[in-house]
Nanobody, 118 residues
């Protein structure tokens, strides 16, 4: 089992920056991908950014050039640096971790709120 603990959400003005952090804990696992998803009220959860164990990244078009995902494999942590924030970025952000043992297992954090005021 993998437990994910998120931190770093908050309230920021348009154009501001925030960094989200996610730390994975547990034993007997290897995380092959970590990512951040977000869900705004009335909308589906969507991928924001992901990063593999080999540091291959993937971003939603809406955040390319503004957000940067990074990870530390030794510490099982992942950060999301968010710059030039817009009101449309307001959502609950969830950390995701994937492990593989013949099957893909998804683990989720409890979510952290990001609110961007105009």
């Amino acid at each position: 089992q993998v437990q994910l603990l998120e931190s770093g959400g908050g309230l920021v003005q348009t154009g501001g920056s925030l960094t989200l952090s996610c730390a994975a804990s547990g034993t007997g696992f290897v995380i092959y991908a970590m990512g951040w998803y977000r869900q705004a009220p009335g909308k589906q959860r969507e991928l924001v950014a992901s990063i593999t164990r080999g540091y291959v990244t993937n971003y939603a078009d809406s955040v390319k050039g503004r957000f940067t995902i990074s990870r530390d494999n030794a510490k099982n942590t992942a950060n999301l640096q968010m710059n030039s924030l817009e009101p449309e970025d307001t959502a609950t952000y969830y950390c995701n971790a994937k492990t593989f043992d013949g099957y893909v297992h998804n683990y989720w954090g409890q979510g952290t709120q990001v609110t961007v005021s105009s």
